[in-house]
């Protein structure tokens, strides 16, 4: 007969000699294994990208509609390009478009109070949301896929019917006179703003700034006939994507926009063209509070679709980042700056800007800008090597997944494209031209492209402590004030 003490007893023994052989074995030391140099490690190629399937089509009505499906979570996602911007708006009443499409959110509808609306987006955690930028205009709304049918027509309300509250069109002057109030507050901020004036001009509709005064000549008569003029159906393209079904997704389009009919005849749109404003100079914004230096330098710059914009973002790529020239170079060589970057920068249909800066302390100004004029001309003037076109090439190839994450972001490009006239695969052929791009091309587009001679150089820091003065330029060095003219009206 088994003594069943004796058999525990044996169980017990025999589980803590497994424990101590598996402890032991654990704490053997691993076998050594050299490390690999970072240039020796292997990765699989990047999976190529493609567009996700969508459907396109037009309303009656003159409005265009992309639709896409995403069914990974219960949400859907729109966005309404629409086809106006601040850059229509008239001289004298400068910020009317961005009063016009923050009234157009805040102001209610006809059929919803600003609160009642407030109060129904915030129950389902929804947004619907307007505004108007220097080209574009756009409005858009976020909900889960079973608040779809409440949040869109809402959206549909906010897009046909807006109340033009004159309450909220006080309350949203106020903000704006506020903000011109503040803008001061951030060298960063003063240097972009300035800059863009020498080189577009401060009349330009692309540098243009909100005043007191513009805004007191905005009437709420203004913003509805701004309103009425610029949105209107034939002027929207629009992208849903999200977990939706096709069919549910368009009777719903078509009963709510789709019966849409603006009252106003189509408005003829053109476009302002943008030239260079200012020559070569250096300008100057005293700060007497700072004990470093915002710099920037530029010239005007060209648009998206230049033939050479491929090799253009390969000279980019070249200049910044880790392991950039400017990073290399300006900041861990010389230690003159913390950021420091320089971008050819395009837009689409007018031109964009060369651009280069950063911060550095007040005493090493002049030999920052002079380090960042001599990196400039040695693109022009000296090829790359091999392994820096692979670097910059490489650096925005690598990016581009992250330009397809998602499918909203895909709609997104594509309806942008559209509205700018662009082909639908602007992206890949932008593609294939930086992969096509040598270093003949980075050299010649960087002696066309980038010119020295139109660079406009702005500081803004402490005149005091600039030393040496940023007379050692060779230049005369023309004082910027940016005092606030007049004052908001109570």
Do not use: C
């Not at 400017?326 to 689409?348: C, E, I, M, P, Q």
């Amino acid at each position: 007969m088994i003594d069943t003490s004796s058999l525990k007893q044996f169980r017990t023994v025999g589980l803590i000699l497994i424990t101590t052989l598996l402890v032991l074995v654990f704490r053997l030391p691993a076998v050594a294994q050299t490390p690999k140099h970072y240039t020796d490690l292997e990765f699989p190629l990047l999976a190529e990208i493609s567009l996700p399937e969508y459907e396109r089509y037009e309303l009656t009505n003159g409005m265009v509609v992309y639709l896409m499906e995403d069914h990974q979570l219960p949400l859907v996602k729109g966005s309404a390009l629409i086809k106006t911007g601040s850059r229509l708006e008239p001289a004298p009443k400068v910020g009317l478009a961005q009063t016009t499409g923050s009234l157009m959110r805040l102001g209610g509808t006809q059929q919803h109070s600003a609160n009642e609306i407030n109060q129904l987006l915030e129950q389902r955690a929804a947004r619907v949301e307007v505004g108007i930028g220097t080209s574009s205009g756009s409005a858009g709304f976020n909900t889960l896929s079973e608040d779809l049918e409440t949040v869109f027509n809402l959206f549909s309300e906010v897009l046909q019917e807006p109340a033009f509250s004159p309450q909220l069109l006080g309350f949203i002057k106020n903000q704006q006179q506020g903000g011109i109030a503040r803008r001061n507050d951030d060298p960063g901020s003063i240097a972009s703003r300035e800059l863009g004036k020498l080189i577009y001009g401060e009349d330009s509709p692309y540098a243009r700034t909100i005043e007191y005064e513009t805004i007191d000549n905005i009437t709420r008569d203004d913003v509805v006939a701004f309103y009425e003029q610029y949105v209107r159906p034939e002027n929207i393209i629009l992208g849903v994507v999200g977990d939706f079904e096709p069919n549910t997704m368009k009777s719903l389009i078509e009963n709510t926009l789709g019966k849409w009919q603006p009252n106003t005849p189509e408005p003829e749109i053109n476009i302002p063209s943008a030239q260079q404003k200012q020559g070569q100079g250096v300008f100057f914004v005293n700060q007497p509070q700072l004990n470093q230096s915002n710099v920037l330098l530029g010239h005007l710059g060209g648009k998206f679709d230049s033939p050479d914009y491929p090799a253009l973002s390969v000279v980019n790529g070249l200049l910044n980042g880790f392991g950039g020239r400017l990073f290399n170079d300006l900041r861990s060589r010389k230690g003159l700056a913390y950021t420091v970057y320089g971008f050819w920068s395009a837009g689409y249909d007018y031109p964009g800007v060369f651009i280069a800066g950063g911060q550095t302390a007040s005493q090493t100004t002049v030999k920052f800008i002079t380090s960042l004029l001599d990196e400039i001309k040695r693109v022009q003037t000296t090829a790359i090597s091999s392994d820096e076109l692979d670097y910059a090439k490489e650096s925005i190839l690598n990016s581009f997944v992250f330009k397809f994450e998602n499918p909203s972001q895909t709609l997104s490009r594509l309806t942008t494209y559209e509205y700018y006239g662009y082909p639908q695969d602007f992206i890949f052929e932008y593609q294939k031209g930086v992969k096509a791009t040598t270093i003949e091309d980075v050299q010649r587009v960087a002696q066309e492209y980038l010119k020295p001679e139109n660079i406009v150089t702005l500081v803004v820091g402490n005149e005091e402590e600039i030393n040496p003065p940023l007379s050692q330029l060779g230049q005369t060095v023309k004082s910027i004030d940016v005092t606030i003219q007049g004052r908001a009206k109570s």
